[in-house]
């Protein structure tokens, strides 16, 4: 019986480099499964060989060394950047910053770069904005890694005659999208 059913657009096939037979590679999806209460969004690796899905056989992967101490090959490494491939459009970031001692905006400046960086306003799934005293975030969702969204950031603020150390920001990847008190204004 089937019980893992892949979206056709959330499939990445990674071939094995481990002798696990001719033809063989590593299938990684997100889809719907069921479960005892239901249907749940999951990502599963499955193995496959000559395009086929391997039912309940599990993936393993190996961990011999070759004598120089470097793995005997790198298909855990693969299936995992294939992972966080299909991940990435479900990544919710959050910025967070404290205010300069030279009065300047952050939160515009951010905003702003955040727009810019995203595109078009249709890819701007949500933007929250909670300014405080002491504590500032914005949450946002982005096809991305954190360090590009860093890169963009620091250059907007210097852009605008101030240093990253100058507000102390931080970029930090989420899972899914944190509830904050006190929302900003979207």
């Excluded at 889809?31 to 249907?39: A, I, N, R, T, V």
């Excluded at 910025?95 to 939160?107: A, S």
């Excluded at 620091?154 to 008190?181: H, I, Q, T, Y």
Aim: net charge neutral; glycine share 6%.
């Amino acid at each position: 019986m089937k019980t893992f059913f892949p979206d056709r657009q959330r499939i990445r096939t990674v071939p094995t480099a481990a002798d696990h037979g001719p033809n063989a590679a590593y299938r990684v999806a997100i889809g719907s499964e069921e479960w005892d209460d239901g249907h749940v969004r999951v990502l599963k690796v499955q193995l496959e060989y000559d395009g086929q899905v391997q039912g309940r056989r599990s993936p393993s992967f190996p961990v011999e060394e070759t004598r120089d101490g470097f793995p005997l090959c790198d298909d855990f490494d693969r299936v995992v950047e294939a992972a966080e491939a299909l991940l990435q459009p479900l990544r919710w970031y959050m910025v967070c910053w404290d205010r300069p001692t030279n009065g300047k905006d952050i939160g515009a400046i951010l905003t702003a770069a955040v727009h810019k960086l995203l595109g078009p306003i249709p890819r701007l799934k949500s933007l929250d904005l909670v300014q405080r005293p002491c504590f500032n975030v914005m949450l946002f969702e982005f096809q991305g890694d954190a360090e590009r969204i860093l890169k963009e950031l620091e250059l907007a603020l210097k852009a605008d005659g101030l240093e990253p150390n100058d507000c102390r920001l931080v970029v930090s990847k989420c899972w899914r999208r944190p509830e904050l008190a006190g929302r900003g204004p979207r």
